[in-house]
Each structure stands twice: as structure tokens, then as C-alpha cells.
């Protein structure tokens, strides 16, 4: 038998999670029948949600014992949800998939057609377009994928998503790569191996709010900049060498105006605006700096990636031990009455 875990990071799902879970049984169920090889766990990840998630949890894995969950002690990130439950899954195939039945569950049997016989070694979804989302973040989007991958050698498909059906054998090989700074898109093109990317049209959320907002994705976008390119520093070295051509030239041309033409020159304006350019290129330069020494900063720090509170091992473990508190108090007032 051949164990499939799914792996799906939770943060503030709680009107979609019933939901979806109720759709993954059904393709699983299905898939189940069809590859009779096949067998399934489903592991949840809570990332310090404030809502009921963690409750739907409990209820979910009092109903099926498949279901694993681990409860982070507060919110680290959906890079950090992904990271634990890829660490902790134990299956032979490991899908990643959103809660919010974005990365619909109807892909999996495909997905493992591509990856069962060893010819591929992930199957994944690509966005064929962004339908449902606004003209701007599309086309801060679209820019992000062109400079990023002019930039950096580790090519970021442009669509590509963090819905995947990865081999073990590719699982073991990300979570080798056990940075802190985590930029999933960068990490899952980085190991290589074979990918098989299936098109697929853009759905919204039937229900929950995204969690991305826009200067969130910013932000995260020049996350992964500096976590899969070194080429901003390279600009600071290259502005400094055109600056000095520049004032290089400016040099000439003074000194000839002086001596030729006997022309005296404006002092004061000029050396203000230069001031003022070249102060704000050493500040911009010495701030790309500071960015990447603070990343080294974190890394050398050695964080945990995630923490993770409860488990359903520690909730299943708490529960028996209640039961069977319960049936020894029984017991003892039973013998009680015999008496
Ligand atoms: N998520 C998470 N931690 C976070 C933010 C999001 O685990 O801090 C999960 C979320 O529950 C969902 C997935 O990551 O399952 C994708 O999030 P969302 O739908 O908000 O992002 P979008 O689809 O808009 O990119
Ligand atoms: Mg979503």
C-alpha cells in the first residue's frame, strides 16, 4: 500500500473547512476505488488561527482517524504551516493543497496519474489566468515573475502554485533546504526534479476572506527576491561605478570651463543637488546592504521554523486518558454500591 498525505495549512478557515473537507473525502474516497494501492491522511495545520478552526479539528478528528493536525502556538506563516506538515507527513506521496477549495480536490486523481509511474516527480496546477482578481495586483504580479527571473538563476513559473503531489523522494529534498527565510515558490523550482504542470482556470473562495493583502504580497515578493537572487547587491556596485564616470566627467568639464573660458562656476546649486543624489544612492545601497545582513542575521540565529502547541497525538492521548478516568470512577462507584 502506497500512503498519501495531504498537507493543508490552516489560518482563520473556519467556513471553508467543513467544506472542504467534506469535497477531499469525496475525491479521496473515489480515488481510493480506482487505485486500490492507494491509502490517505490528511494533515491539518493550524496557524494560530483566532477563529474556530482548531475546534473543527477536534470534531474532524474524532470523526475519522486519518485525520493528524498539529496547532502552531501562534501564527508563523503559510511558509511555516507548509514546512510542518511536510515534515511531519509521513506518506510515500505528499500533496500540498489551501483550505479554501482554491486548489480544487477534483485534481488529485489526475495528478497522481502523472506522478505514479516515476515519470514525473511533482504534478502541480498552473494559473492560465487571474481572472477574479484586480488590474493592478495582476500586473504587480506579472512584473514580479519578469524581473525575477531576469534576475536570479532559479526560474519562478509565472502561475505556478503551492498546490502540488510531490514524491517523497522531492518532499525530502525541500526540507533539506531548511532556511528560515522560506520563499516556497523559489524552494520547490530550486530542487528541480521532473514537474508536470496541469492549466487551470483561477476559482474564488466560496466562503473566508484571503489573508494576502496587497502590501502583504509586496513585501513577500521582495522576500523572495532576495531569498532566490543576489543581484540587488550587484546594483549598489554598479551604481557606485556609474556615479564616479559621472563625476568624473563633471570634473573635466569644470576644470576646462575654468581654464578655457575663464568661466567661474555656480557653486552652491550645484553641489547641493550632488549632495543631495549621491547621499540618497549610499543610503539606498547601504539599505539593499542592510536587507540582506538582516536575513543573514535570522538565519544565524537558528530559529525554529514553526511551534507547534497540540497535536492530535497529545488531543487523542488526553481524551483516552479522560475515558478511562471516567470509566475507573464508574467502576469505583459501582463497587461502591455493591458494598
Ligand atoms: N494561510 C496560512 N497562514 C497564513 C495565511 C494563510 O496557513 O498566515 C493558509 C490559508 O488558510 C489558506 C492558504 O494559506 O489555506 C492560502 O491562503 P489565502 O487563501 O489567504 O491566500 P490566497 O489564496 O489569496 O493566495
Ligand atoms: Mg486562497
Redo the contacts with the bound molecule.
Keep these: 500500500m502506497k500512503l498519501v498525505s495531504v498537507v493543508?495549512?490552516?489560518?482563520?478557515?473556519q467556513e471553508v473547512l467543513p467544506m472542504f473537507y467534506e469535497e477531499i473525502i469525496k475525491v479521496t474516497d473515489k480515488m481510493s476505488v480506482d487505485f486500490p494501492e492507494l491509502e490517505f491522511e490528511f494533515l491539518f495545520?493550524n496557524?494560530?488561527?483566532k477563529d474556530k478552526t482548531l475546534e473543527i479539528f477536534h470534531t474532524l478528528a474524532d470523526r475519522d482517524k486519518r485525520v493528524r493536525y498539529i496547532s502552531f502556538s501562534r501564527?508563523?506563516?503559510?511558509e511555516?504551516?507548509?514546512y510542518a506538515g511536510l515534515k511531519n507527513a509521513k506518506g510515500d506521496y505528499v500533496v500540498v493543497?489551501?483550505?479554501?477549495l482554491?486548489h480544487p480536490p477534483a485534481f488529485l486523481p489526475e495528478m497522481y496519474k502523472y506522478v505514479k509511474d516515476g515519470e514525473y516527480d511533482c504534478a502541480t496546477t498552473r494559473r492560465v489566468n487571474r481572472k477574479g482578481e484586480s488590474k493592478v495586483r495582476s500586473w504587480f504580479a506579472m512584473k514580479f515573475y519578469q524581473i525575477m527571473n531576469k534576475i536570479s538563476q532559479t526560474e519562478i513559473v509565472d502561475g505556478a502554485q503551492?498546490f502540488r503531489f510531490m514524491t517523497r523522494q522531492m518532499v525530502d529534498a525541500i526540507l533539506d533546504m531548511s532556511e528560515y527565510n522560506r520563499f516556497s515558490k523559489g524552494i520547490f523550482s530550486w530542487v528541480g526534479f521532473n514537474v508536470k504542470y496541469l492549466p487551470y482556470e483561477n476559482v474564488e473562495?466560496p466562503a473566508?476572506?484571503?489573508?494576502?493583502s496587497f502590501w502583504g504580497?509586496f513585501k513577500y515578493s521582495l522576500e523572495g527576491i532576495m531569498a532566490f537572487s543576489t543581484a540587488p547587491l550587484a546594483i549598489s556596485s554598479l551604481l557606485g561605478i556609474v556615479s564616479c564616470i559621472i563625476s568624473f566627467i563633471l570634473i573635466i568639464i569644470t576644470v576646462f570651463k575654468t581654464l578655457v573660458f575663464g568661466e567661474s562656476v555656480d557653486g552652491y546649486p550645484t553641489t547641493i543637488c550632488v549632495i543631495f543624489m549621491l547621499s540618497g544612492l549610499q543610503l539606498f545601497c547601504t539599505g539593499i546592504l542592510g536587507q540582506y545582513l538582516s536575513k543573514t542575521y535570522l538565519e544565524t540565529k537558528h530559529r525554529p521554523i514553526y511551534i507547534a502547541k497540540e497535536t492530535d497525538e497529545l488531543y487523542r492521548r488526553k481524551k483516552q486518558e479522560n475515558q478511562n478516568k471516567d470509566g475507573n470512577n464508574n467502576n469505583n462507584d459501582n463497587s461502591q454500591s455493591v458494598k
Design positions: 493543508v495549512p490552516c489560518y482563520n478557515e495545520i496557524d494560530g488561527s501564527n508563523f506563516g503559510k511555516s504551516g507548509m493543497m489551501d483550505a479554501d482554491q503551492d473562495r473566508g476572506t484571503t489573508s494576502w504580497l
